[in-house]
């Protein structure tokens, strides 16, 4: 089954980075658009980023206003990983950060998220 797995999260001073994995398992990446999504507390899930698919360059990307200048989202074709670094972090960046692939057919997959903390 397709699946993909989130790591790289933790608690982290304000100011500090955070470097964030999306690994996926019975699919190969490269076909994939792939969007990194964040929901804190009492709030509704957000996109963040999102990379284009490729086919061997690293593909076009967005980044929502509030984490550009400070997010950078790449991918590795070679490892099947998605990257999401995070420098410059607030605490407002606190939530629970998801991966969500979604396959030319529309068809979507999402990780288990990986819990951010940005606090002193």
């Known amino acids: 089954q397709l699946q993909l797995v989130e790591s790289g999260g933790g608690l982290v001073q304000p100011g500090g980075s955070l470097r964030l994995s999306c690994a996926a398992s019975?699919?190969?990446?490269?076909?994939?658009?792939i969007g990194w999504f964040r929901q804190a507390p009492g709030k509704e899930r957000e996109g963040v980023s999102c990379i284009s698919s490729s086919d061997g360059s690293n593909g076009s990307t967005y980044y929502a206003d509030s984490v550009k200048g400070r997010f950078t989202i790449s991918r590795d074709n070679a490892k099947n990983t998605v990257y999401l670094q995070m420098n410059s972090l607030k605490p407002e960046d606190t939530g629970v950060y998801y991966c969500k692939a979604v396959a030319w057919n529309g068809i979507a997959t999402w990780g288990q998220g990986t819990q951010v903390t940005v606090s002193s």
């Open positions: 019975g699919f190969t990446l490269n076909y994939y658009s």
